[in-house]
């Protein structure tokens, strides 16, 4: 059974600075891609930043230069450092991977449990 696994959220001030961690449990063939997802109250879960297995990485505009996402060789644990949040950063932030679990098998989508991270003004 494969879980992702979140943690490292939390309350910071304006400005300051968190790191998030999701790590992939369970038996898996490999890993695809990852990304961070996070919905604040009454609005919808959008995408912020993915990584491939090649390394590249991607960002939505409202994180770009302050946010940063990371991972090892095989994905199976990922980081999300964020810098310089802000309030509107507010939000409910959620692992999301896509998982071969054998080979010849098509990747699977997996969520992990989201993780509150809350910003003060």
């Known amino acids: 059974q494969v879980q992702l696994v979140e943690s490292g959220g939390g309350l910071v001030q304006a400005g300051g600075s968190l790191r998030l961690s999701c790590a992939v449990s369970?038996?898996?063939?490999?890993?695809?891609?990852m990304g961070w997802y996070r919905q604040a109250p009454g609005k919808q879960r959008d995408e912020i930043a993915g990584?491939?297995?090649?390394?590249?990485?991607t960002y939505a505009d409202s994180v770009k230069g302050r946010f940063f996402i990371s991972g090892n060789n095989d994905l199976n644990t990922i980081y999300l450092q964020m810098n310089n949040l802000k309030p509107e950063d507010t939000a409910v932030y959620y692992c999301?991977?896509?998982?071969?679990?054998?080979?010849?098998?098509?990747?699977?989508?997996?969520w992990g449990q989201g993780i509150q991270v809350t910003v003060s003004s």
């Open positions: 369970g038996s898996s063939f490999s890993v695809n891609n």
């Open positions: 990584i491939s297995r090649s390394g590249s990485t």
């Open positions: 999301n991977g896509k998982v071969v679990l054998y080979m010849g098998a098509r990747a699977r989508e997996y």
